[in-house]
């Protein structure tokens, strides 16, 4: 088990800037992480931008949803439609990857990324 | 026990085959892999790609950090120099040295190059590594006249490669009377050759060549008939050569005719060293395809991993496409009378040759060959391996059911149980089944909990079949729904949100579908909404595929590329002039497109809004490039300048492509226009294809290029423009309504029963009762065009979506790089 301490919340955005239903791409250092406004469930999400298929940059600009009966949120990418759950960061059309998650949490309308210290 | 170590000497699609076998069946090993070749493992079978726009990283069979993922270390551009068996280790060319406990040598092979004078010349090449497409892409710049020695599988694909890299004149040459002499029979060749000719190739057999003459350059080469032919280069695919000079030099048992000895567990004679692949000498036989050395790879993970499993041969049935002609061969493909009955079909009009070989008493088919047309193939191939018993008509399994009932998919539900239906991961026909009846509905379900069809992917239609049989035996109802979120079909769904008069995608799935979406179904929905109510799509951005969303095509690298409208392809100079200054200013390179427009690639997203306000300010509009909505209107120059031009075909062109830029549809839309019946527009290739007449125009529909090329077929003869334009309304609107998600109309249309002399009736003699309304719909439509980057660009909050870091919107994404290319720059990757 993970304890608080070893977490460090950045602040990443406004929650106004991430597009409902959809993700948006935060710099943090030198990285680049996927932050999902998932509304219709009142959820947020963080993962990679980087899509592992192909190394590209994008999966910000995938489109959200769930799937099957456990209603798993997923995200896919734009390129190939490789599709990752959010929650796991496991890739759930079959093939053998794996993208980072972070947990996120939003306070008076900021949001706030888990980095693990 | 410390973890044994597996040492692999070959990064071939075998030996990474292997590797993947292993790590998926056990991490308990230390697996070494050693690679003549500079990159990781690469799809050698489909090499030809490489010069149809396919990258070397489009080929690789996996990522860079792959082999890190699963533990293996890799050593490229190092071969291993020696094999020392009694200390049991590797020495390689850097000056490693590894002590392993188990070996595999997966070498492969070379190609043979006869001992002919002047092989060594300038301008000769062979045709196995991409450092060789490197090397032959590059003389062949300056290259002429091509030839290519040699015209079996490999040959023949050399030789499309010639012909793709715009050789103008290329030759094959064969030393026996027949092309593919492997695959297909006299006849079959013929037919071949014909085909082939038409595509501008040169065949000539019984050729035997005896020198390459030339000063320190291939000139010509001559052969033992005493006739000679001029070229410019040459590509020897004249067979190939297991590689086993490592495993000689270790004093393992090889053949004097190539290759490394195994046994049926694919142990060379050394017990610790195994050899698969086409380096493997099994029974006397060589391997020269894939999926035997994929089978040879999972026998030694097998036994590797404390398993059982021997190998006893390999059906080498094989289907492939040669320059856009379907060949197969299955089964024992040469058998003759007396020893069996022989049935053949000849089309040569259409260029197809079909043989089966049945057994004399009737009962089973013993294999066949097949040129020209090869869907037949999949369920041939079963037939024989399962010995079905034929039906009382054998020929219909080549000829097709003509009249009666045709019971489509029953072939395939009468295969037994352990049929193999997909031989590279090797699946039955049961495993399939059996999945369908736990819950699997569509092929993606059973990718995943079979891998069946994830390799080369020729089993697809057959497992689509069996899934959709299955279900049916099952009593399940099998409808084309959209997918887990609606239980309907595009069109039941289109007619549903039209009576409720539903306006957007969360409204649309609550009332209908359930979950939280996904990829497929919201950009489908989002293609109804913009066909009923023609809004600004970019309002609803997070439902829109990646392109749409950001109104731009996303490129390699996550670069988008930027389409202005170009109506007919005609364009002032001061226009040209201004698309010009914007590429300079941005940095973008330019390409002329197929649809006579001019694309722009590697945009920064954060540019785009600025970019596009000067193109507005110039006049011009979106080209709709992203969407998928009407693309363009192709058009030759027609009557105004063309002297053999009948009408004005511009004009018109301009003016069709005016009326439906905008119109979003199920897929994307081409047109063209003709000005005379030489095509020069290639209207009959297009979604909708005009070519004029003495009297007026002729109306063609449903054509398509791409993968599968079609032609449009004629649906109107000799009508005037305002007839043309609105049989397009009732076409383009009837098809926006009824076709699936992602469909082209041609596969719309054939799909759809009663075909063309259905539509016809439905758009001619309006058979639905329909037109009145479609031409209403299709009006609304126009009506409501918007340039759509007008919008953005005009909308502050809406030009602030185009950021790539949400907290850093004057950044731009540092992982893109570019590179130059011939002035210009290209997407490094």
Known sequence: METMADIEWVLACYA????????????HGNEQIAIYNFARRGEWYATQNLCPHKQQMVLSRGMIGSEGNSCEPKVACPFHKKTFSLLSGECLSGDDFQIKTYPVRVEDGKVYIGILE | ????????????????????????????????????????????????????????????????????????????????QEINRIDKTVHSLKGTVIKYDYLVMATGSSPFVPNIEGVEKKGVFVYRTIEDLDLIRDYAASA??????GGGLLGLEAAKALIDLG????????????????????????????????????????????????????EFLKFNDDTSLTVDMLVISAGIRPRDELAKLAGLQTSSRGGVIVNEKMQTSDECIFAIGECALYNSMIYGLVAPGYEMADIVATLLTGGDKSFYGYDMSTKLKLIGV???????????????????????????????????????????????????????????????????????????????????????MSLPDDALICSCEAVSKLAICSAVNNGAVDIDDIKKCTKAGTGCGGCVPLVKDLIAGTMKANGQYVKNVICEHFDYSRQELFDMVKINKLKNYDLVLDHFGKGD??????????????????????????????????????????????????????????????????????????????????????AHVNDLPAIWEELIDA????????????????????????????????????????????????????????????????????????????????????????????????????????????????????????????????????????????????????????????????????????????????????????VHFINAPEEKDPAIKFEPMREQIKAKW
């Open chain 2, 1 to 80: 026990m410390s973890q044994p170590t597996i040492v692999v000497v070959g990064n071939g699609m075998v030996g990474y085959k292997f590797c993947e076998k292993l790590v998926s069946r056990s991490t308990q090993f230390n697996i070494i892999v050693f690679g003549e070749e500079p990159r990781i493992a690469y799809d050698r079978v489909h090499l030809s790609e490489y010069f149809n726009g396919k990258s070397a990283d489009d080929l690789s069979l996996s990522n860079s950090s792959w082999y890190a993922d699963n533990g293996i270390s890799l050593h490229l551009d190092d071969p291993i």
């Open chain 2, 144 to 149: 002429k006249v091509g030839a290519v020695m």
């Open chain 2, 619 to 802: 006049g011009f509009e979106s080209g709709h490039a992203y969407g998928k909505s009407l693309r363009t209107v192709k058009s030759c120059v027609g009557s105004t300048w063309c002297r053999y031009g009948l009408h004005d075909s511009v004009s018109f062109a301009i003016e069709i492509e005016e009326r439906y830029k905008g119109v979003r549809s199920p897929h994307k839309l081409k047109g063209g226009v003709s000005g005379c019946v030489r095509e020069c527009a290639e209207a009959q290739a297009k979604d909708f294809g005009i070519i004029a007449t003495e009297k007026g125009w002729n109306l063609y529909v449903c054509g398509n290029g791409g993968s599968k090329p079609q032609h449009a077929q004629l649906l109107a003869t000799d009508i005037d423009s305002a007839t043309c334009i609105k049989y397009l309304d009732r076409f383009l609107m009837f098809y926006i309504k009824t076709a699936d998600p992602l469909t082209r109309t041609a596969t719309w249309l054939n799909k759809m029963d009663g075909g063309i002399a259905y539509l016809k009736n439905v758009i001619i003699n309006n058979s639905l009762d329909i037109n009145e309304q479609v031409e209403e719909e299709m009006q609304e439509l126009v009506d409501t065009y918007h340039c759509e980057w007008k919008e953005v660009v005009e909308n502050d909050e809406l030009r602030k979506r185009f």
């Open chain 2, 167 to 218: 050789i103008k004149e290329t030759h094959v040459i064969e030393f026996a009377p027949r092309l593919m002499p492997r695959q297909v029979d006299s006849a079959g060749s013929a037919m071949l050759q014909s085909k082939l000719k038409e595509f501008g190739l040169s065949i000539h057999l019984n050729k035997s060549t005896s020198e390459i003459a030339g000063d320190d350059k291939i």
């Open chain 2, 326 to 412: 379907d060949v197969a061969s299955f089964g024992d493909a040469f058998v003759t009378e007396p020893e069996c009955r022989t049935i053949v079909f000849e089309d040569s009009h259409k260029g197809i040759y079909k043989r089966i070989n049945i057994s004399n008493d009737g009962k089973y088919l013993l294999g066949g060959i097949l040129v020209g047309e090869a869907e037949a193939y999949n369920i041939l191939l079963q037939t024989v391996n399962n010995k079905i018993l034929l039906p009382p008509n054998p020929e219909d399994l080549i000829l097709g059911s003509r009249g009666g009932d045709t019971a489509e998919g029953a072939g395939i």
């Open chain 1, 16 to 27: 106004d800037d991430v597009p409902a239903n959809g993700g948006a791409c935060v710099k």
């Open chain 2, 517 to 602: 979406g996904c990829e497929v179904c919201k950009p489908a929905v989002a293609s109804i909404l913009s066909s009923l109510w023609n809004d600004v799509i970019v309002k609803q951005d997070t439902i829109q595929d990646s392109n749409d969303r950001y109104l731009a095509n996303i490129q390699k690298g996550g670069t988008y590329s930027v389409v202005p409208r170009i109506p007919g392809g005609e364009i002032t100079p001061d226009k040209l002039i201004v698309i010009g200054q914007v590429a300079k200013r941005y940095g973008l390179y330019t390409k002329i497109t197929g649809g006579q427009r001019i694309d722009m690639f590697g």
